[in-house]
């Protein structure tokens, strides 16, 4: 017979069976926690995935039906070069296409020395314009226009030089970039001058910057700075310098005389665009056989409409009487617009703009009209 249990057996026991229960509790927790954490990053990671996938999706809109994506299939293959012009007509598309390849077969057009508007004919071809040989024929006089102060303001330069190749281009030597504008007349075919800064009478008011020659410099001085003024153009093939104003420098015939001497050393002519009628200049000129041109109208003179109309009125009139006539022009825009203009009906006054180194006598330049 079983002997009854003492108090303190039956404590003992009933601890161990509560370790035993609290230890398998503790298990199956740990175990359940471990599944949980498992499983939540399982989830987690189909979550993420297919918040990607649809994020996807939305960066390339909404499902295409099948009969769209067959219509952009056929629009993403390529397609044969259209040989249909605007009309229609295969053969005008195919001229063109062969123009825009640059095919020596086509001839380019070539623009007039007078109208940069007017398309002269091709080297091969003949003008087949009624009259083209009577107005040729009928040229009565020849004009040049020289713009000065080129180089300075870029706004300014880049439209005066969409005038005709016939008109020269007299560039500041205080550019910024008087090489690139240079280059730039050489390719559209100008004459290319140089402005001549020279002392004024109210000189040091006036101040003609540190290229100007001077009354106060000796004969060697001016003459450095008429080869570093010269110097400044580098290799270019500049056919004369121009002066501003006819003023106390070329009043001087000592100093002027030390400067022709060193233009005609370098065969350049010069240009004034305004003279007095008692200057020495034409009298030292010819003993050193330098060319020396008075402007025949100093065109924008005054900066209105009527003013440069009426200068360039009087430049025909000049031309005519006389055979031929130069006329100076600074860049502004009015003064280009109206040149422009004004040029274009030269040729049927049978007068033809030339570039200022075709004028060829200095003697029909002496006055201004």
């Given amino acids: 017979m079983a002997r009854p249990m003492r108090g303190g057996a039956k404590f003992l026991s009933i601890v161990l069976w509560f370790g035993i229960a609290l230890l398998l509790a503790t298990l199956c927790g740990s175990s359940w926690m471990v599944y949980s954490y498992y499983r939540g990053q399982s989830v987690s990671a189909v979550a993420q995935n297919k918040r990607v996938l649809l994020d996807l999706s939305l960066a390339e809109g909404p499902p295409m039906p099948e009969a769209e994506k067959v219509a952009e299939n056929q629009n993403n293959e390529p397609k044969p070069p259209d040989l249909g012009g605007a009309g229609g007509n295969p053969g005008e598309a195919i001229v063109g296409a062969a123009g825009a390849g640059g095919t020596e077969d086509q001839p380019k057009p070539e623009k007039s020395a007078t109208n940069p508007e007017a398309i002269a004919p091709s080297s091969g071809g003949q003008d087949s314009t009624p009259g083209a040989a009577a107005q040729t024929q009928a040229t009565k006089a020849k004009v040049a226009i020289i713009i000065t102060g080129m180089g300075l303001s870029k706004s300014s330069t880049v439209e005066a030089m969409k005038l005709p190749a016939a008109v020269s281009f007299s560039f500041s030597p205080y550019s910024a970039s008087l090489n690139e504008w240079f280059q730039a007349a050489k390719g559209s075919g100008n004459e290319i001058l140089l402005d001549l800064p020279l002392e004024p009478t109210d000189y040091p008011i006036t101040d003609p910057g540190p290229y100007a ?108 009487e006389k055979g031929s006539s130069v006329g100076t022009a600074r860049p502004y825009p009015l003064s280009v617009k109206l040149l422009s203009a004004w040029i274009a009906t030269l040729d049927a006054k049978g007068i033809k703009l030339v570039p200022a180194a075709e004028i060829q006598t200095t003697k029909e330049h002496k006055e201004n009209p």
Avoid: H
């Avoid at 001497?261 to 000129?285: C, E, G, H, M, V």
């Fill in 213 to 320: 020659l001077l009354t106060s410099l000796s004969k060697e001085e001016n003459s450095q700075r008429l080869k570093v003024l010269l110097s400044l153009a580098g290799e270019q093939n500049l056919t004369g310098l121009v002066a501003s104003r006819d003023e106390k420098f070329s009043a001087s015939p000592e100093s002027l005389a030390g400067i022709l001497a060193d233009l005609k050393t370098a065969d350049l002519r010069l240009y004034f665009q305004s003279a007095n009628p008692s200057s020495p200049i034409f009298a030292l000129a010819s003993s050193f056989d330098v060319p020396v041109f008075i402007s025949d109208a100093a065109i924008d003179e005054k900066i209105t409409e009527p003013a440069i109309n009426e200068k360039l009125a009087g430049l025909e009139k000049v031309a005519l």
